[in-house]
């Protein structure tokens, strides 16, 4: 049942996505309201079978968000995970212009399946898209550590990117923003709007000081309904107080605990300053919630 539910919501993506390039064209008329009762349709399909599946019967956990973008391509997965699902997830953002929506974060997630990586992609928008099946493991953490789970963290727990500036400079103008290199080795700048600009002064928890580009509220609400989501569709294998952020494993408290060339340093900086509160306080924030569902 669980598995013809996911089919279903795949289904109800593919169509629903072929009917908005279909009416990009003249291929209907969009007054005989024809395409939106196929949607329609679609919807009622979806809701009749959740309604349908009994408490046994969707003991397999789903593999695919409901609420999630899933594009044509897939991102690469180096295996199964030991009980075909994360124990927690990785905070991470992207490291790129805070802007696009649902398109943008196509595009980054489309460009991790050619870099070999593996992760849910957050626009701007809150759009949470997904290109791989939830019980496999792919790249997302490089060199990292945590306790009772060892270096490889990308193999029990899955990414979650956020599209979003992350840490950035202060230039001499006064301006925020981050600067990269083009391809043809000239520097560019991208900005940032001050409005949008947390200052860290002390190192905090597992937040560096410095400069942040926070997430959009849009981001943080549709990152914790994710989790929240990720907890309920496998409570037994999923824990709340494995919702790290790179900061933590690829930090002081993670790999700066094992490897001396990181000692009380940060290799990893994300989530830091950009999600409005540290990670104790999210996964407190997140164990509330789900306590209240
Ligand atoms: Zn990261």
């Known amino acids: 049942m669980s598995q013809l539910l996911n089919q279903l919501y795949t289904t109800r993506w593919y169509i629903s996505k072929l009917i908005d390039d279909l009416e990009k064209g003249n291929a209907f008329d969009k007054k005989s309201g024809f395409t939106a009762e196929i949607k329609k349709e679609l919807n009622t399909a979806v809701t009749l079978m959740e309604g349908f599946a009994p408490a046994k019967d969707t003991k397999k956990p789903l593999l695919w968000y409901p609420n999630a973008v899933i594009p044509n391509f897939r991102q690469k997965t180096k295996g199964k995970y030991k009980k075909n699902y994360p124990k927690g997830i990785i905070v991470h953002w992207i490291w790129a212009p805070q802007v696009g929506g649902k398109e943008n974060a196509e595009f980054w997630s489309k460009w991790a399946s050619e870099q070999g990586y593996t992760f849910f992609t957050l626009g701007n928008d809150g759009t949470v ?27 029990h727990f899955v990414g979650i990117e956020i599209v979003c500036e992350g840490k950035i400079q202060k230039f001499a103008d006064g301006k925020f923003g981050n600067e990269r290199k083009t391809d043809t080795g000239k520097i560019t700048r991208t900005y940032v709007d001050q409005s949008q600009v947390r200052t860290i002064n002390n190192n905090t928890d597992n937040i560096a000081k410095g400069y942040y580009q926070m997430y959009t509220p849009q981001q943080e609400e549709a990152l914790i309904k994710l989790i929240l989501w990720l907890k309920q569709n496998n409570p037994d294998v999923f824990n709340l107080d494995l919702v790290l952020g790179h900061d933590e494993v690829a930090g002081p408290s993670g790999l700066g605990l094992v490897n001396s060339n990181y000692k009380n340093t940060w290799r990893k900086t994300d989530p830091g300053g950009s999600l409005s509160m540290s990670m104790p306080q999210f996964r407190a924030l997140l164990k509330d919630k789900y306590s209240k569902l």
């Open 129 to 155: 898209v997904q290109s791989f099946p939830l019980d496999e493991w792919g790249s997302h953490a490089g060199e990292s550590y945590w306790p009772n789970i060892g270096s490889s963290v990308s193999e």
